[in-house]
Structures are given as structure tokens and as C-alpha cells.
């Protein structure tokens, strides 16, 4: 009762997996091997074109980021000569207001001394009009023709010793 080798049927099926594989298996192989070539050279390809573009984005990142530290910069620049500029503008809008405050200053002044000039006027010639008036009421009233012919000999006496004393001035 010893069956032979040949007589199960699991034999045959390596057998025939054995003669199918020898026969199909170098195709199968290469058609295989070529599909995992292809897939491979697929995925290198994927590789660099993912490099290239890192490289790319990395380029892009630098290039923006020497833009905004250069926009950085000039806004920088920008700023510290506006607050310059409005520095020396305030400057001179308070030197121009202080000079128009002493110019009206200066006006509000000269008009004051017109003033006391023109009143003081006023004041002298009302002064020489009453002094006159109140002269030439007092001649009349109390100068006497014997105290004017005393006033006028008077006058004619020192009218030598004063245009002397006008000569050697």
C-alpha cells in the first residue's frame, strides 16, 4: 500500500507550478522587472523634479526675504527722514512765530510810542496855547506903559552881552 510519488495529486501541482514558471517565468520576470524599473525611474524622476522645485521655492524665500529686509530698510530710511523733516519744520515754525510775535511786538510798541509821542504833543501845544492865552491876558490886564518901556530898555541893554554869547557858541 505504498502509492507512488506520482499518485497525489498535490505532486502534479507542483509540477506543473515548476514546468509553468520555468517556461513563463523569465517573461513574467522581465515584464515585471521592467514595470518596477519603469515605476522606479518614475519615482526618481518625481525625486528631482521635488528637488528642483525645493531648490526653486528656497531661491524664491531668499529672494523675498532680501526684498522685505531691503523694503525694511528703506521704510527705515523713510521714517527717520520724515521725523527729520518734521523736526526741522517745527523749528522753523516756532523760529517764524516767535519772529512774528516780536515783529507785532515790535509794531505794537512803536505805535504805543507814536501814541504817547502825539498825546505828549497834544499836551504841549494845548500847554503853549493856554500859556499864550493867559500871557496875552496878563499883558493886557497888568502890563502898564511904564513897565513896558522898562521891559524893552532891558532888552535892548542885554542884546549886546547875548549875541555875544551866541557868537562864540
Sequence with gaps: MHESFFAYPPTWVAIAFVIFFVLFGRKGWHALAAILDKRAEQIREELAEAKRLRH??????????????????DATRLLEGAKAEAARVARAAAAEAEHTAKRREQMALDRIAAAEKEAVDQVRFAAADIAGTAAAQVLRDELTEDADARLVDHAIQSLPSVLGSRRAA
Design 56 to 73: 526653486e521655492a528656497e531661491a524664491m524665500l531668499a529672494d523675498a526675504t532680501s526684498r522685505r529686509e531691503t523694503a525694511m530698510a
